[in-house]
């Protein structure tokens, strides 16, 4: 397929799907528009959801195996936050639960530690499979990508 990029815009592209998915889980390209811009005394935090076998998730803090905020709501496959969170610095220690869930998806009840700075611009990706074994091809397991868009 061809991916259209315009010049003078920001975008990452991620190859999405699963290799013998069909439908919406068939491999595809997807572009998400960057915003670059920095928030002074603050990060700024963008979250995409690419796990292509995974309800629609919620992105929540955790805290001794507790779900404390939920941070992103009702993020469908292959979305984006429609605007960037913004978050004090320090550091979070993050997972995703199916929408409305207590249980975290990812990895564990622990969760996954992140630690932002003023200034950051970041987005953070969920990929992997939620069921890897169950895939023909198997896929890796549900992880947290955390990339640095400044």
């Known amino acids: 397929d061809d991916l259209t990029l315009t010049r003078g815009t920001s975008g990452s592209a991620f190859a999405i799907g699963l290799l013998n998915g069909t439908g919406g889980q068939a491999p ?3 572009v998400f528009a960057d915003d670059r811009t920095a928030v ?4 700024k935090v ?3 959801h690419l796990v292509p076998d ?3 998730v919620d992105v929540v803090t955790v805290s001794g195996g507790l779900i404390g905020q939920r941070l992103v709501t009702n993020l469908a496959y292959a979305n984006a936050t429609s605007t960037p969170l913004t978050l004090a610095p320090g550091t979070y220690t993050l997972a995703i639960v199916p929408t409305g869930a207590n249980t975290p998806l990812l990895p564990t009840a622990t969760g996954v530690t992140v630690t932002l700075s003023a200034e950051d611009v970041k987005t953070i990706v969920a990929v992997g499979a939620l069921a890897p074994m169950a895939i023909n ?3 890796q397991p ?3 990508r955390v990339l640095d868009d400044k």
């Not at 002074?40 to 990060?43: L, T």
């Open 28 to 30: 595809q390209w997807k």
């Open 40 to 43: 002074v005394g603050q990060a």
């Open 46 to 48: 963008r979250v995409i």
């Open 54 to 56: 995974a309800p629609p």
């Open 137 to 139: 091809p198997p896929a």
């Open 142 to 144: 549900i992880q947290l």
